[in-house]
Structure formats: C-alpha cells, structure tokens
C-alpha cells in the first residue's frame, strides 16, 4: 500500500512516486485537470500506452489469463475487465491486491476495475454474469418493462453501491441499443423497441449509477455500442462473422441514436462503440469500432462527446481461453489490414483504449515508426486519466473487505431487486374464470419451477391430469448452435416447434394451465394466448413471483417493452432498424391486460 504522508501545512496525501514529496498531481487540492496534466508530463510513451489497454482479469489465481503483476508492473496496464468474481469478499480483497501492485510502479497510478453487467438473472461469458453473490433485479429489458425511471434509478444506485464496494468502478453497461430486429440474440440486454422509453430508461440508469457528476460515489457508465447495435441484418450478432452487418433498409439510423442523445445528456462518462459494420447507414462500411466518420464525426463532432471511447473488446486479437476456444478478432471490414495498420486506423478513428487487448507495444510502435505523433496518444491519456481523477482513484483506491461482505447481496438490496422484477411482470391476457374458483391449496402441475418453492403453494402432482393448475415456466424459442460462444446466444426462429406448440395446448385443454414465457426475445406466442388460462411475460424473476400472479395474490404492472410478432413471416417481412415493423402483431409494444 502507498504510503500516506502529509504535507508540511498538513494536508494528507498518497505519496505515488515514492520520494517523500507531494507533488502536483498527488495534490487532493489541485483541480483534477491540473493533476492531470502534470502526471501526463511524468509519464514516459510506454507508460502513457499502457492507460491505452483495456484488458481482462479474474479475481484469484487462474491458468488462462496474465497474471495482473505482469500487466500493471511490465506493461503499464491499469485497466482490466473482471470476467470472474468468486465472492464479495474475494472481490474486495482482490481489488486491494491489484491496487497494491499499481502502487509499487514507478508513478503509482491506480488500476480501474470493469465489468459486463452481474445483476441480472442471464450468464453469458462474453456479455453478463451472474457470480459474486449480487443482489439480482430482472434483465435490462425488464427494468424496461416496468417503465418506471424513478425505480430503474434506485436499482442503478444500489447496483453502484455493491460494485463500487468490491473495487468494480466503470460498468461496461448500460446498452443503448434498441430492440427493433426480433431475432437479435441480445435484445435482453437492451432498454426495449421505443425510442422514446429507452431514453427514459438510460437517463435513470445511468444518474443512478454516476450521480448528477462523476466523483468517488460514482461507478461510471460505458455506455453501448454506439452508434447503435439493434439493427442486426438478420438478427445475427456481430460477435460472429456470418452477423457482421446491420441493415438499414428503412433509412432509420436517427431512430437509434436518439437514446444515445439521453444518454450524453445523463453525462455518461465513457462509450464502447460497436462491433458491427453499419451497412445501408449512410456511414462508411467499416466496422464502428475502426470507423472514424463514426467516433470522430458522428459522436465527437456532431455530439461533442469528450469522454472515454474503449472499443467493443477483442477487435483486434481475439481471445483465446487454453483448452477450450479460440475466438477470432472482430475486425470486420478490415481484415485485409494488417495487425499494424489496423491498430492505426482505430487511433485515427479516435478510439482512447483498446478493449480486452494487453499489447501496450502496437501503440508504442505506432508512435516509434512515426505513424502516430505522441500528441495524439496525449489526447488519450488525459481523458483516461481524467476519468480515475474524478472517481477518486488516486487519493483513495481501496475497499474495506468486511462491509463488502455486508453490503453485497444484503437484504434490503435483495427486497429491492426482487420488487423490480415484480414490477417488470407483464400479464399478457385476461385470466380464465377457471383461476378464480381454485382451491385454496389447489393440486399443482409444475414444469422448470423449483418444486421447494412450488410446494408453498399446493400439492405437487406428477401429471397434469391431477391437477388443479398448472404453472409452465417457459424460454422464448430459439434454435440452438454449436460452440463454445454461439451457444449461450440466442438466435434463429422465435417460434415453438409444431410438437411443443400441440403439447402446450393440448395440456392447457387437460387443466387450467398459466404460461410464463421468459422474453429474452419477442416471440411468437400465437396459438397460446387462445390456450392459456393466464399468459404471462417475464424478464428474470424469482418462480415465487410467478407464482403469487398466477394464483391471484399479486398484479402485473409490466407493460410490454416490445411487439411480440403473430408469426416468423411477418418477422421476416419486417425491416431491421424499423420499430413496430411486423405485420399484425399478436401484442402490440406497450401491451399489459387488465382483469
């Protein structure tokens, strides 16, 4: 741990550089922008390109990733995205390990924490967790759904303060995106199809996370894929080749940033652009992450957006996880370039930091080769360091590891998550008269409800002949792939196969039958709204919550944060960076019934 001094008139401060003396930018007092300054002359070119590497970690001893030594001592790396966290506590005391590294290098500079969204109920290794014991709320489209941006903001602060209190101080998250393409595999991530509630959604999220100013309260918000993800050709994600593409067969790029423009106003500190190549836009067709109309035209100019811009991670390497995958770069559109002239071309385009790359060395030899003056890596670095100043990172980097352990997952957290995934609930038709005549312990047919929780309720039965009720809880259709990525992304067609649509409906002709279709994805529910006794949409809740709706002891307030589509032709018909573009839809965006 740095050591803590004073200064002759008896100001306290963290002596980084190790001589006894505070110098400016170890100054409490001094503005953050004279701090910066003066740590930005001390720091030599392969320090300043280290700031410039965005790069991943876990918490603890691992065998497939750099140990954070080697990256924060050789090469200068303070930036990392935790992809594992084991435990609060872990976390916490992790956080305090990596900042005592940092702050036995030459100018003490802090490591800044990340991480991909971990209070939500979906894991994706690539996009969200799920571990570290987090208090869970419903996915992002389910704060969507309950349209209500004073409990989205309070969810986003209680979110900052158990990240904040493990050391995590930039959320890779919020997304910007929208949902107006129904097959896109990450639409649970987004605030929903509707400009308009997006934009509402992101302001609160993103005030809940930072506050009114970024400072040492904060957790700043990264967020993305600018200038929009949604609009996927086909649906396919651009995290795979075959989904390099957007389409925009309506001309309707100004629908998508209109989010964006909530969210610069809400003062987002940082911003990841995309990963795809936003063909049809009037853009260039460059993927966003090497596409300097994008970041210096479009965000820069026309939005003079004068935070942070980390690319979309791994664009330019790939990832390799030993012994189990190999995944490509993301580099579409410049392929044919090399490595060399690629890492250019995203410094040209006005990118600050690399994500997910550990190769401070390309930027060094950018500016060596006279490809790059060092000015222009100036300009980056001062923003970065910016960004630490302001989040207090330099006069104070630890966390006390026992009110970690309190904090994260404490009850009253856990009330709240579980009230906004109550509140993001969308009661889909009207219930069945057959709901209001059940017993009082009534005997239940259960299918993916944990039967411990089931069994409050009634009398589990193994057949829905004997039942009084039964309670599916259900996932939106998807058509499963191979890989060790592809599979946890879903995609393809939406709707239920001939035989499990026959089966759904004929077990509702057997019983009295509430359907609850987890909507990670619009989909095509149509035969089942007739079927069903109770149709129920749902974004990541808790089975008790489903089942107090279905036996009538609490309402949905949720309204549908999209269109659900009456079938995959009128999905096929329908223009990707359109909303509300499926013919005839069975729900339209901003559905909910009422009994």
Known sequence: MTSRLRHHDGTPFRDLNHNGTMEP????????????EDLLARMTLEEKAGQMCHGRMAAGDNGFMPSGADLIADRHITHFAMVQVPSADAMATWNNHVQDLAAATRL?????????????FTANPMTAHTDGGFSPGPEPIGLAATDDPALVEEFAGAIARELRAVGIRVALHPMADLATEPRWARISGTFGEDADRAARMLSAYIRGMQGDTLGPDSVACMTKHFPGHGPQAGGEDSHFAYGKYQAF???NLEYHLKPWEAAFAAGTAQVMPCYSIPAGSGLPEVAANFNREVITGLLRGRY????????DFNSLSGMEIPGIVQLPPRNWGVEHLSLADQVLLQLDAG??????ETRPDWIVEAVRSGAVDEARIDTSVRRILRDKFRLGLFDDPYVDVDAARALVGAPETRRL???????????LTERAQALATLPAQPALYVENVAPEVAARYGRLVARPEEADLAVLRLTAPYEAREGFLEQHFHAGSLEFSAAELSRLQALCETVPTVLDVHLDRPAVLTGLDTAAALLVGSFGVDDDLVLDLALGRSVARGSLPFELPSSMQAIENSREDVPFDTAEPLFRCGHRATD
């Open 25 to 36: 930018y170890e100054d409490p007092r001094l503005t953050v922008d004279e701090r910066v």
């Open 108 to 120: 003490g500079i802090p490591v800044t924490l990340s991480s991909d969204p971990r209070h939500g």
């Open 249 to 251: 067969p309506g001309d």
């Open 304 to 311: 003079g957006f004068d935070g942070v811009v980390c690319t």
């Open 351 to 356: 990118v600050d930091q690399l994500g997910g």
């Open 417 to 427: 998550g579980r009230h906004a995934q109550q509140r993001s609930l969308v009661q």
